[in-house]
């Protein structure tokens, strides 16, 4: 159940990493928008598998085919559906060990969910479920763009023991992320970090590291309080993907040690006549409602769990076994994660934006409000 | 919009700081549950003000009425509707800075939003909403409490620079964290909180710090993948709640330093037959799904917003002021959140159980399954 | 569950007929609406019982008390909570017969499905359930009133063997539906309506009868396909008040005695320069979509099932009694389901309103487009 | 937007008419359930264009690709995406009258709505939509199989002028309304159908008709009080279907014609030691909640809109046109219908299911409860 994210521009993805297909359903994105598929699968190529050594081998081209919603250049305000075939599926190397819970895998708990488990790979839990996401957070960049300029960029701080890297989440460009197979603006750190995760592989084992993601742009007013603070509705997103452990705005848990007077953010007027804060300690948000400010975020991956090193575990009758690991793996999950972060933001911002539209109709312009 | 939470077991909560009063609305409580108000006003008593000089003086008794959906004793499965009036609301104390916007307030925001705000207090953005969400957690308990033997402990870990407290998840109860007006279950440390809350306090500042709370005794098998994963919809319980800037579950963010083969939780087979781990990296989720291991996680909070101290900020009209509060406030929101983290993982844990029953019906019994 | 109506613009009803009394939160309402209880009092007036010997002799004064969500005579955008007491509730009535289930009553589906009720009235299927229904509509009409020319009027059309009403949906006024009890405003009819309400009470029976809606003014282009239809959502709504049997819009079933040719409404140009349609068999709905032509509907209230007579029926012990109600009663709920079926309408309008808005933006400007 | 069916079973519907093809997500089934694709296909087919003479010479096989969602033979719990190639679309019959709006077709709606649409063929609000449906309205019934003897029959009662059929709703099976092409058990009247439709066609018109349905076995505590009512959904979800105009449950619009002492349905102890009614004016349904009769409701389908006679209408740039439209079209949907309204039936009923199975776990056996 729920396989559905969004309140107005939602998406229901569906598809194991074995099987026909993954995909996704967009609904509720609005009308007559340009529709530019090359962007969909831009962003796609940049999660897909074999980029580099430090990717898994396994083979996938990752096609986006367009079923519906889109017409003659544009969307149609319909129902979009991306299907992404399965291709390099190899069921027989997970045959071996098909009776056994890969340790920190979700083999047991699907299991003990949902009494059926489809052993062939990681089924729902697999990585290929995001592919439904980044289509549908590309999708939700072309809306917003026409509305607001806006700029979702994401990068890897941190891999294992190397970082933080230095990197300025005011002018960090999507291009400098891209620059290295790592994801990480900061060439120096990146080389290491390359080490890190190649030598990880090497004695197949795996790391995890922190991503970090600004979002320039955003008009104040989005987000709803209560329950759907902005930051509430980003940190369900990324603690939806797999192997994320953590999320923290803003000033995060180091805020945590700064008192009142240092950690509030002063308000001024900036220069075009916007409210502006001197810090911005709150991560953009306040209330959970953006203030205009670059919303700041960071995201704790922890390391793969598929290793190659042998494991102790137990089978489904009971039985403690020794299981080797011979699925293909990403011995670091986090440079592909990049795209996945910025479309989970994509998903989260569009919604804020659309149901603020709907509150506030023709007097809400982000177009007056946003910053660049 | 938006002032709902769950998908089964929903509240729905109402009122500002300031007018007629605040409540909840609980939707979809199964009915027969054995109900008891003084469970319900416990919690409220936890959380309301003027328990200590750590906490803000208004004097609210906090007082619950329930208005429906009770019968003879026992739930009726119909909406129960709680209400508790605002008693020392004083309004005047607002008055001279109407129209400016606090700093790391909701002021300014809400303003963007909705072109209209109530400047009396913090409005909806005040913690007092959150009595609703303390009353929908008592009830989710007693829900709970018939079908599994649920045990879910908050407690105050760290403040400003005091901390980490030692504490040990598998056995802290809750008259240890209460013993305290900290609530801390670390006497020595909570000792030093004391002194440091109170003297933010005498120097009119603020401290922040970091929540633990453990969920004992939760059956394998709660938990909606892909968007609606238990630690997701965790996360943003957290984060919906007023100042807080964090959430990790497991390892979180330090689990980013170990390598897979350190991380990964072998399994084992446990002496009464159930599948174990012999590590708890995963924070009792893998996949989205509980495993049966305790649910382990930290909640980061800012220091209050609210300061005696004089501040720069600006005004609606766009003037830059100085701004003194005279607002009551709690120099460190810590002690009293804790029954609030509490009763958002109840209300997280409540809704997976009723899902989880819709899809397995008498077939899931937890019961049978849950790990005391 | 599910005590929740609408996406956007969202009332949850809480309260039994006999407790501490009945409301709604109405959650979504657009900000910086200018407010006024007395048209929300008005509407629970035409609601209230004890308007002429047609209703029920309860005496309830239905004065309506707003918790939350307004602000110096404007709507917050935050949620408004309104409560109602239950004042003139007689439990004492209903004991005599508290085992037994009412014939045509919800007491035994309800004691099948939660396995236990309030046995004190007709619990949460008591019409006092309706009373935030109303409110909230009430509400909505002044969100919308701000937008376009709405004009929501219905009507008795027939009680019983008496009718239909000879009545022009297209002039229709509310005054002329107020000016006599029955609120039929074809004053012939609405004597003969009177006289056969009158004599169901006497001979301690009831009746039903049929009630036609009409809304004026509505914009093209509100409702949401494919199952968010305008006339799904109306179909939902009115079928969720007690007693509805049925539904129909447009030319109904009637309509299915036509052909293809004779049926569809031809389209022309109006002197305004808007589509307009030569006859309006649709209804005013075309694909799900408000096409500017009014909309129309009928819906069928069946008789009381409250009624003086004896009656066999079963008790909780699977006992055949007989029963012999002594509960105060409407001998016909027509009359004061008017402004309930209004209210209802109000409310899918104002949520396929917000729901364009959100689609469409600026570019949705219904006041440009809404015909008078 | 809301292109989504049902609270825990849910359908996403996708695709137009002329496009890639057309599907259906289905989330919340729950997992282990026997998965019968010939099923599936076999309502496909009942469904299906090119039937008889009576239906569009459209030629699709419509043949369903499961995608994902199914293992070994059962439903994983996971979504299943079932995707419908379209083949003989022919979008140059469109051509010519692309920019005029067909009298009583969404097309005039659409553009309002949305300022763009497919105009190939209908677009979202062509049957080929309800493919979907009916596929999954086919995994729904696999799902209730196992818990009770559900059985849901719809016919065909009147077609124009001819009709009502005589018809044994208690003893009615779908065998006998598959036995002729009009789908109406009562064989002379079907004769008398199949001319009425043989003759529309001839004269390049069309006719419409009513749909009953029936279901039995239903067990008793199925519905959602207050705004979910069973009646509630299933009126939703018939309005939801295209071209119907009216709906109308157990007594309908002719009970308003009885008194309550007439129309009040009499308890008694059922051999079985079951609650029962004498009759059923309530149509299986009191307060919103079956009990345990069958469930009895009717629907109305106006005439097909499409039709090759000349009609006047307007063109999107504001001139009156004739338009003489060459489309395939059916000259009366009710015989494609019938799987149509057994689908919806079975998905609303499913979500009912799961939601009592939410509420009251293994305290609710349906399989004790449904009565034959």
């Not at 969307?75 to 291709?87: M, R």
């Not at 030598?199 to 970090?212: E, L, N, P, Q, T």
Request: charged share 20%.
């Amino acid at each position: 159940m729920l396989s559905t994210f969004g309140h107005l521009f939602r998406i229901t993805t569906f598809g194991e990493s074995h099987g026909g297909g993954v995909g996704v359903v967009v609904d509720g994105c609005p009308p007559g928008v340009p529709f530019s598929l090359s962007e969909v699968q831009a962003e796609l190529d940049r999660r897909k598998p074999g980029q580099s050594i430090l990717t898994t081998p396994r083979q996938e081209a990752d096609q986006a085919h367009v079923l519906s919603g889109v017409f003659e250049g544009k969307t149609l305000g319909t129902p979009i559906a991306i299907l992404v075939h399965n291709k390099d599926a190899r069921p027989s190397s997970y045959e071996s060990f098909k009776d056994m819970y890969r340790p920190s895998h979700a083999d047991y708990t699907y299991q003990a969910k949902y009494g059926i488990r489809n052993w062939m790979g990681g089924g729902r839990a697999s990585a290929r479920e995001t592919i439904g996401r980044v289509a549908g957070g590309a999708i939700a960049l072309q809306v917003m763009r026409g509305h607001f300029p806006l700029e979702v960029v994401a990068w890897v701080e941190s891999v294992h023991n190397v970082g933080p890297a230095v990197v300025d989440p005011l002018t960090v460009a999507k291009e400098q992320v891209d620059q290295n197979p790592v994801r990480c603006p900061d060439s120096e750190k990146a080389a290491e970090m390359f080490d890190a995760i190649d030598s990880a592989r090497r004695s197949r084992d795996s790391v995890g590291g922190v991503i970090c993601c600004v979002a320039r742009g955003v008009p104040p007013g989005l987000g709803e309080p209560v329950f759907s603070k902005l930051e509430a509705e980003l940190a369900k997103a990324m603690l939806s993907l797999p192997a994320v452990k953590g999320f923290e705005i803003g000033s995060g848990f180091q805020g945590t040690r700064l008192t009142g007077s240092e950690h509030n953010d002063p308000f001024y007027m900036g220069e075009d006549g916007r409210v502006r804060t001197q810090t911005n300690h709150s991560g953009g948000v306040q209330g959970g409602i953006s203030n205009g400010e670059p919303l700041f975020f960071r995201i704790a991956f922890k390391p793969t769990a598929t290793i190659g090193k042998v494991q102790k575990t137990v089978d489904e009758s009971g039985q403690e076994r020794e299981l080797e690991s011979r699925g293909r793996h990403d011995p670091c999950v986090l440079p592909r994660a990049v795209p996945i972060v910025e479309a989970m933001t994509h998903l989260v911002l569009v919604d804020a934006f659309l149901m603020q539209r709907a509150r506030a109709g023709a007097s809400f312009l982000p177009e007056k409000n946003a910053q660049r």
